[in-house]
Nanobody, 115 residues
Framework: QVQLVESGGGLVQPGESLRLSCAASRSIFRLLKLGWYRQAPGEQRDLVASITIFGGTIYADSVKGRFTISRDSEENTVYLQMNSLKPEDTAVYYC?????????WGQGTQVTVSS
């Protein structure tokens, strides 16, 4: 049973933008804090940003001022707007609850920032 589905990744140049989407099941979206995580090759999976059901947000220091997490209650979707992308943002991005639920990890979406 699919609970969270990520999309929107791609290949961009440094300084460009991308918006990631996470379509969530209704029950998850309305009851739980949701977050975006990322994992670069050889690195651990880290929380990038999260948003509560009331819209409160937190961000990793590395993305503050560049990334914005938001939620659309009509679409049960969480977004991650990524601006001023850097090569070090290259990773597979995942959506999950915060804290993460093991059974909710999906395939993720690849973001590659390269000139």
């Amino acid at each position: 049973q699919v609970q969270l589905v990520e999309s929107g990744g791609g290949l961009v140049q440094p300084g460009e933008s991308l918006r990631l989407s996470c379509a969530a099941s209704r029950s998850i979206f309305r009851l739980l804090k949701l977050g975006w995580y990322r994992q670069a090759p050889g690195e651990q999976r880290d929380l990038v940003a999260s948003i509560t059901i009331f819209g409160g947000t937190i961000y990793a220091d590395s993305v503050k001022g560049r990334f914005t997490i938001s939620r659309d209650s009509e679409e049960n979707t969480v977004y991650l707007q990524m601006n001023s992308l850097k090569p070090e943002d290259t990773a597979v991005y995942y959506c999950n609850t915060d804290p993460a639920t093991v059974g909710y990890w999906g395939q993720g979406t690849q973001v590659t920032v390269s000139s």
